[in-house]
């Protein structure tokens, strides 16, 4: 049976990945991969030593979908008034061929 290797890391090293992490704009999957250490060990440190890095995710996350769904509601009006404005075409130049 192979017995899985325990890595201890300092504290340094924890606060310091932490730290790059929150104020890099690259993925932290990247970041851990860069420096070799697990993706979940990473977002650990960072929930413990940075968690305003989480916070302003969420909060950069709703404000993006609320401007998408402000910007989807206006193509779909018009979009909606297109369609309309062809059928009306089409009606009338369908009654105008007979």
Avoid at 36 to 65: A, L, M
Wanted: aromatic content about 6%; hydrophobic content about 35%.
């Amino acid at each position: 049976m192979l017995k899985r290797k325990v890595k201890n890391y300092t504290l340094e090293f924890k606060q310091s990945s932490a730290k790059l992490a929150a104020t890099t704009d690259q993925p932290v999957s990247q970041t851990a991969k860069d420096l070799g250490v697990n993706n979940n060990t990473r977002h650990g440190w960072i929930k413990k030593y940075h968690p305003e890095k989480i916070i302003n995710q969420k909060i950069i996350k709703k404000e993006d979908v609320s401007e998408e769904n402000k910007r989807l509601r206006k193509e779909l009006l018009r979009l909606r008034q297109e369609r309309d404005i062809l059928k009306k075409a089409a009606t009338y130049f369908a009654s105008g061929m007979l």
